[in-house]
């Protein structure tokens, strides 16, 4: 139950776009047509969905305060803590050249589509972002962090897609010269941020 | 030292080719950051600070680097030095590196970051990468600065976190817009900025 809580409050309350801000950068770039904005979607909740146990379990079991007692009982005092970026962040780019390696083989089009992107994964700022709060939030067991990492990715496919589909139809209004493009999309983050923010009353559990 | 180039490499980021208005890196960190303006100085002085050198590191080895593995290579010179930046706030700003919280961490992931060292310091000398580092950092703190004045003005009524709106706008019915503290009026301010700059510079307006 408290998953099935923690799941729909990621998706909705703490979205990684609309309250946190994060992967912006492929946000606004990827966003211009539905299907690739879906496509892009999917690669990155995939990647939340692996990187997050591996990242908890090395969090765990390597990088805290006296975490490394399992292999011997004077290793209580390290603290290797101060390495938790690096190693997150070898996990998803390791993890991104497999999504890559695997995309490229199963979908051309795809991989045609996102073509820069897909290797920019690794610095979306939504899955290390997610990792830090992971760190931040102290969850019980892996399980629990693999369903934020889920309901985070889904959040996070949910609101590319839902701009992408936006931007589809104002391609064909008439919108101030200097806003067109970039700030008009800017704008309609922002009004789709208000709109979520509805959802912070909402009390679960 | 300056030669037109090098200038060129300096002061473009700060109008014409800035990296948050132009290339649209590094959206993420520049909306979070930005409810107050101390921690907003503080993250852009440690973005310019880790674009500087990982400019300049990555440079020194550009010819060495296999173009298979630059990504992860980059990646790691980054964190070195964001870890090096962490470690220094918390030791000499404890408040500020608890206001910003994880998103010292995603200076990594600072999309700037990559777009430089790609774009950049792969191709360049070290000397001309490090004033692209600093052009780059500067043009990205202009727009933190600006973002959270505004944001810190409208928001709290405050400047630095001194009160600079008088007691007697209060008295007379004048009230602190709490909307502009909440993340999505910084999308919409950063908006409103871009306007007006590519109003100005019209040869950036898009088609569409």
Known sequence: ?205 | MLSKKNKEALFNPLSKDNPVLVQILGICSTLAVTVKLEPAIVMGISVIAVLAFSNVIISLIRNTIPSTIRIIVQLVVVAALVIIVQQFLVAFNYEVSKQLSVFIGLIITNCILMGRLEAFALTNKPWPSFLDGIGNGLGYTIILVVVAFFRELLGSGTVLGFKVIPQWCYDHGYEDNGLMILPPMALITVACIVWFHRARNTELQETN
């Open chain 1, 1 to 205: 139950m408290e998953e099935l809580n923690l799941f729909v409050k990621s998706i909705f309350i703490d979205n990684m776009i609309f309250a946190y801000f994060l992967g912006m950068c492929s946000f606004i770039a990827v966003s211009k047509n539905v299907s690739t904005a879906f496509g892009l979607g999917l690669a990155v909740t995939f990647m939340l969905v692996v990187t997050m146990p591996i990242n908890f379990l090395l969090d765990r079991y390597v990088l805290q305060p006296g975490a490394l007692t399992w292999i011997s009982e004077d290793l209580k005092d390290v603290d290797l803590s101060f390495l938790g970026l690096i190693m997150f962040i070898a996990v998803i780019a390791s993890g991104t050249q497999l999504v890559e390696m695997a995309v490229e083989k199963f979908s051309p089009s795809l991989y045609a589509s996102l073509g820069i992107f897909l290797p920019l994964i690794a610095v979306n700022c939504a899955i290390l972002g997610g990792a830090l709060f992971m760190q931040q939030k102290d969850f019980p067991s892996a399980m629990t962090a693999t369903v934020y990492g889920l309901g985070s990715g889904i959040g996070w496919l949910l609101a590319i897609v839902g701009i992408a589909a936006i931007r589809e139809k104002i391609a064909y209004s008439n919108i101030p010269a200097p806003l067109r493009g970039v700030g008009i999309t800017f704008i309609i983050t922002g009004l789709m941020g208000i709109a979520f923010m509805s959802f912070l009353g909402i009390k679960l559990g």
